[in-house]
């Protein structure tokens, strides 16, 4: 079964630290793969897309690196601000899956002031 | 700037009725998506749309239906609603096989 997780579910730490947020994926075959942020409440958006060629994707202080053979994206976050708290979520694109989205559960960050 | 709609942002509704959820997108995108998300449960696919007047069931169907008649539109309907419907449901729309995934603000449904 293709599935994606995100460990740990939650996590807080001080304004300014940089930080990594880690997603797994259960199979190599994908489209690409998407960071999305979610506040309470609200719908998604999508932070930043990598194609399956690709290694990695930039937007401002957010980097995302994407791993095929290992099955590992990680979300790198610089320079962590109070208005970051929110959920993030990674959803995978699945080879065959016809652009269906397979999401993982979502790690919930608080930034402290 | 891109958008997906949704109909509704609150909805309180009874037992056994039907419930209309509408989603609008204005940016051509052929594939169209309803998911619900609950606690602890994440996000999960209802039924999915890549064309017009087409559907495919995601990964739970049961309870609802979909229909699209026209590229813009894709609507959700719960034919008899129960309390085990009560969630937050998500609209989201996508071109293409890799495209990026939009989504709409969400309808929180509270089933009484």
């Known amino acids: 079964k293709q599935e994606v997780t995100q460990i740990p579910a939650a996590l807080s730490v001080p304004e300014g630290e940089n930080l990594v947020l880690n997603c797994s994926f259960t199979?190599?075959?994908?489209?690409?793969l998407q960071w999305f942020r979610q506040d309470p409440g609200k719908g998604l958006t999508s932070l930043l897309l990598?194609?399956?060629?690709?290694r990695e994707q930039t937007s401002g202080r957010l980097n995302a690196s994407l791993d095929k053979s290992s099955g590992r994206s990680t979300l790198y976050i610089a320079a962590s601000q109070p208005g970051d708290s929110a959920t993030y979520l990674c959803a995978v694109s699945f080879t065959g899956a016809n652009s269906k989205l397979t999401f993982g559960k979502g790690i919930t960050l608080s930034v402290r002031p | 700037d891109v958008k997906v709609t949704q109909s509704s942002r609150y909805l309180v509704k009874r037992t056994g009725e039907k419930v209309f959820l509408e989603c609008v997108q204005d940016?051509?995108?052929?594939?169209m998506f309803w998911y619900r998300q609950d606690p602890g449960l994440g996000l999960r696919l209802i039924y999915f749309s890549y064309d017009v007047k087409m559907k495919e069931k995601g990964d739970i169907p049961e309870g609802y239906s979909v229909s699209r008649e026209k590229k813009e539109r894709f609507s959700l309907i719960l034919e008899s609603a129960s309390t085990n419907q009560t969630s937050m449901y998500l609209c989201?729309?996508?071109?293409?096989?890799?495209?990026?995934?939009?989504f709409g603000p969400g309808t929180r449904l509270t089933v009484l």
């Open positions: 990598i194609q399956s060629s690709q």
């Open positions: 199979d190599s075959a994908i489209y690409n």
């Open positions: 989201a729309s996508s071109f293409g096989l890799a495209g990026v995934s939009f």
């Open positions: 940016m051509d995108h052929e594939n």
